[in-house]
Nanobody
Framework: QVQLVESGGGLVQAGGSLRLSCAASGPIGTIVHMGWYRQAPGKQRDLVAT????????YADSVKGRFTISRDNAAKNTVYLQMNTLKPEDTAVYYC??????????????WGQGTLVTVSS
């Protein structure tokens, strides 16, 4: 069973920074990409950022220039989301996603349990 463990959420004032971490473990074959999504109360879950195995990144327009996704060079199963200049509208539960193959099984999505980020004005 692939498991994703997130950490780093919390309460921060507008303009502040937070860094989220996500570590994937289990019988992982190939990581196609990993990323972060977020879900605010009463809203759908939306893409924040993704990073592919080759390093190609993709960001939601709302976070471009403020958030940076990166991957641990040593621990390839770990990704980070550096969030700067946070705004109250960034308040949400942030979920880590890993699109991976498990030995003998085609690639599919695996989700973390979510970590709450609250930005106060």
């Amino acid at each position: 069973q692939v498991q994703l463990v997130e950490s780093g959420g919390g309460l921060v004032q507008a303009g502040g920074s937070l860094r989220l971490s996500c570590a994937a473990s289990g019988p992982i074959g190939t990581i196609v990409h990993m990323g972060w999504y977020r879900q605010a109360p009463g809203k759908q879950r939306d893409l924040v950022a993704t990073i592919a195995t080759g390093g190609l990144t993709n960001y939601a327009d709302s976070v471009k220039g403020r958030f940076t996704i990166s991957r641990d060079n040593a621990a390839k199963n770990t990704v980070y989301l550096q969030m700067n200049t946070l705004k109250p509208e960034d308040t949400a539960v942030y979920y880590c996603l890993a699109f991976v193959t498990v030995y003998g099984v085609p690639a599919q999505d695996y989700w973390g349990q979510g970590t709450l980020v609250t930005v106060s004005s």
